[in-house]
């Protein structure tokens, strides 16, 4: 019984793992590879270093406000 219980409390780690990284944006670079292999199969994908920082400059740039 206790195996059962730290294999639960394992899988309810790493799915709220997977949801931190999900609202936290990490996983954004997993689906833009996703993307590029499946629409751009013939170009290099960014790195990930390039990638959050076109990501950052998307995001930021421009105003910012609803009025």
């Known amino acids: 019984m206790p195996e059962r219980a730290a294999g639960l409390a394992r899988a309810l780690l790493?799915?709220?793992?997977e949801i931190l990284r999900g609202a936290a944006g990490l996983d954004r670079y997993e689906h833009y590879l996703a993307h590029a292999r499946r629409a751009h199969p013939g170009e290099p994908p960014?790195?990930?270093?390039?990638?959050?920082?076109r990501d950052e400059q998307e995001r930021w740039s421009g105003v910012r406000r609803c009025c």
């Not at 790493?14 to 793992?17: D, I, Q, S, V, Y």
């Not at 960014?46 to 920082?53: D, G, P, T, V």
């Open 14 to 17: 790493a799915r709220l793992a």
């Open 46 to 53: 960014l790195s990930r270093a390039e990638f959050f920082r």
